[in-house]
């Protein structure tokens, strides 16, 4: 039961379908719980207690029946009649608070009556079977889903267990997390009345968990105004100082966000776009974030213009007149339109500036995209409802509102987590992610993921354990090795050995460290615990499409003049036919084989080391081993460039290092897998074709004074 108490310094309920104002008055819940003790009214007539609740309601369905809403507000008064919060109010008030939250977002009906019924069963003598009988099976799954989430002790020991069964409960319909929300908002609005250690524990995991689900949920409303009290509970000076500035803001005489706006409805009143310009202020921990990012605040800084239109086209029309008749500032430039949040958030996002410097944000969306903006799920109403009130057109992973595409992907990795520890830190790395990314297929398809995710975990996102088998990638539509960081828009084409045709490849336990999803890591973690003995620790370099042997140290195809003996190829200076050879015999029978120039050589004549005669036999069919060094000028690029270039003449990577640049210049060395001789010229000019290299060679290594 929650017991807390009003406390008057929190901002005031959220009115979505417009910009915020500071200082809007809160509904009085002392008048509602006088209405609330007056008892139900007639069947005739609504009680007085709800009529905020149905005002609100029939904002966004004008047709709806409240008629459910009168008989669960009857239940739930009976019900909790008697019952108190510590603020002396009746109990009663803090469903109907929650209630009157949700109507203002677009809830609809079902969603409506679970809220007020939501602590009945786990408060009061009502059972969940009373309320499938009165109310049915879909409002019966809202009310014990959330049942189940107030049974969650956000502070005990047994956090990481709880809040996974949470996240199960909640994984069915995301209606019952929006219940939760709401619930938490009211509650964090009257958390003055408990201990400062109470309010700092509950605001806590209000930051690292219920702030994160709200963003993912798209409830931009309950995020802000949650972030906010948050901020006032952990952070009281800066705060105070933040609120100070906004004041001192607000008092100010000159308004530059104020003229910005009159002059943007001018340049659209005469381009003849029908469209409404407002000042959307922003809130404290906004201003917050502006001002550590800044080091200070300019007029225009306390708000953003917002510019609603009616249709999709109108927002790219007024971007154009935006960026012809203001000066654009291009990298605040976002299309979240084109290619929208994985939250459902649509928007185009860009920044204007004026003559004497002044820079105004603008975000240009449609009504439509305004109300999912700020009420997310929320706004898609009943999901089960062909039409009506669950008309929302979604596409992609969003056309299933109640199981959000990152929410199944939690769930799917939740079941594969080894233990409950794993399963909760993970997924507070992955909410602690402040926005995601979208990439797309060559298919056309996307995949989200968090900001500074790799290839690595676009490989996992797309092929679940399956991606234990890639060896590399294409990001835009250059070769990139699994630990390249993905931006938002890049295309990713991820290369899998079963299409390479080259042997089984498994994970290296370095992915960890490139790995920025649960499902990756869980994925490679549970891997390498069934597989102790352990993959190679690096990287596979990516692999040239080729059906020719996998990529092994060779044996030299020689002839010796030394019956029996073992030949192998010095690695110091790694010959290749048509390369003039000679060998020296080592410990054990055998013949290293070195180029005639090898440093290696003449140190082993100094000593006096007998050489062998040595020539190649089968030069063509034989695999070699060959180090090769590129000179090139510095430039972005190159190295992907340079192992597109050898990847294409079918030539494996063994390994590549990269010296750091010198005056512009920098030298990248290869050891590579010839499939036959006739490959080394063919790669090496291939290299040479490469813009910015200008020298290719064999490389020298430092070598012993005996092989």
């Known amino acids: 039961m929650s017991a ?15 910009p915020r104002r500071r200082g809007r008055p809160r509904i009085d819940l ?3 719980g006088r209405a609330a003790l007056l008892g139900p009214a007639g069947r005739d007539r609504l009680p007085d207690a709800i009529g905020h609740v149905a005002e609100a309601h029939r904002a966004h369905y004008a047709d709806a029946d409240l008629e459910p809403l009168r008989r669960a507000y009857v239940l739930a008064e009976s019900s909790h009649r008697g019952q108190m919060r510590k603020s002396g109010e009746p109990y009663i008030t803090h469903p109907l608070a929650v209630t009157l939250i949700l109507a203002a977002l677009g809830a609809e009906t079902t969603t409506l009556t679970a809220s007020l019924l939501h602590d009945t069963v786990e408060d009061t003598d009502v059972t969940l079977d009373q309320v499938r009988e009165e109310f049915g099976a879909e409002v019966a799954y809202l009310v014990d889903g959330v049942t189940k989430l107030e049974k969650v002790d956000y502070g005990a020991a047994a956090e990481p267990e709880t809040f996974r069964k949470m996240l199960v409960a909640t994984g069915n319909d995301v209606r019952v997390m929006s219940i939760k929300l709401a619930d938490r908002l009211h509650n964090m609005r009257t958390l003055g009345v408990m201990r400062q250690e109470k309010q700092e524990r509950i605001a806590k995991v209000t930051r690292d968990v219920l702030i994160p689900l709200a963003e993912r949920l798209g409830v931009q409303a309950l995020k802000t105004e949650l972030e906010d009290l948050v901020f ?22 000159e308004k530059p966000l104020a003229e910005i706006a009159d002059e943007v409805r001018g340049v659209l009143r ?5 469209a409404e310009v407002l000042i959307r202020p922003r809130h404290s921990v906004s201003v917050n974030r502006v001002l550590r990012k800044r080091g200070e605040l300019r007029g225009a800084d306390f708000g953003r213009l917002l510019v609603l239109v009616s249709e999709d086209a109108d927002c790219y029309g007024v971007l154009g007149e935006l960026h012809t008749c203001f000066t654009p500032v291009v990298s605040e430039f976002k299309d979240f339109i084109a290619v929208p949040k994985f939250n459902l958030y649509q928007s185009l996002h860009t920044a204007v500036a004026r003559g004497d410097g002044e820079v105004a944000e603008v975000l240009i969306r449609t009504h439509q995209m305004h109300k999912v903006a700020e009420a997310g799920v929320v706004a898609l109403g009943n999901p089960y409802t062909p039409s009506g009130e669950g008309d929302l057109d979604t596409v992609g992973e969003r056309s299933d509102p109640t199981r959000p595409g990152w929410l199944s992907r939690l769930l799917d990795w939740q079941q594969s987590a080894p233990d409950a520890d794993t399963f909760w830190s993970t997924l507070r790395e992955d909410l602690a992610q402040d926005r995601e990314i979208t990439v797309f297929r060559p298919d056309g398809g996307t995949i989200g993921l968090p900001a500074g995710a790799s290839c690595v975990d676009a490989a996992y996102a797309q092929y679940g354990e399956d991606a234990h088998a890639c060896i590399g990638a294409r990001v835009n539509g250059r070769l990139a090795t699994l630990s390249t960081v993905l931006h938002d828009g890049d295309t990713v084409q991820l290369l899998m050995d079963h299409m390479e045709g080259g042997a089984a490849s498994e994970p290296s ?9 649960p499902a990756a890591r869980i994925a490679i973690r549970r891997w390498l615990t069934a597989h102790p003995e352990g ?3 690096t990287e596979p370099a990516p692999r040239a499409p080729y059906s020719g042997p996998s990529a092994r140290p060779s044996a030299a195809n020689a002839v010796v003049d030394q019956p029996g003996a073992t030949v192998r190829l010095a690695g110091c200076c790694t010959p290749v036919p048509p390369d003039k050879v000679t060998g020296f015999a080592v410990r054990g029978g055998a013949v290293t084989v070195h180029r005639v120039e090898c440093p290696a050589v003449a140190r082993m004549k100094d000593a006096g080391r007998a050489e062998v005669g040595v020539r190649w036999a089968d030069a063509e069919t034989a695999e070699y081993r060959v180090t090769l060094t590129a000179e090139s000028f510095s430039r972005p690029h190159l190295l992907a460039d340079l192992t597109e270039a050898i990847a294409l003449e079918g ?10 640049p010198a005056q512009g210049r920098v030298r990248h060395t290869y050891t590579l897998q010839l499939p036959g001789s006739a490959h080394l010229q063919a790669v090496m000019r291939a290299m040479r074709n490469v813009p910015g290299v200008y020298d290719v060679g064999r490389a020298q290594h430092a070598a012993a004074g005996a092989p």
Do not use: F
């Not at 005469?270 to 029908?274: D, P, R």
């Open 4 to 18: 807390e108490a009003t406390n008057p310094a929190t901002p005031g309920p959220i009115t979505p379908g417009a």
């Open 30 to 32: 002392r008048r509602l």
């Open 232 to 253: 006032a509970i952990l952070r009281p000076e800066e705060y105070a100082q933040t609120q100070a500035l906004i004041a001192a803001d607000a008092a100010r005489a």
């Open 270 to 274: 005469e381009a003849g776009l029908s």
């Open 509 to 517: 336990r370095d992915w960890l460290d490139h790995a920025r999803t």
């Open 535 to 537: 993959p190679s620790a």
């Open 651 to 660: 030539v494996a990577i063994i390994s590549a290092t990269v010296e750091p």
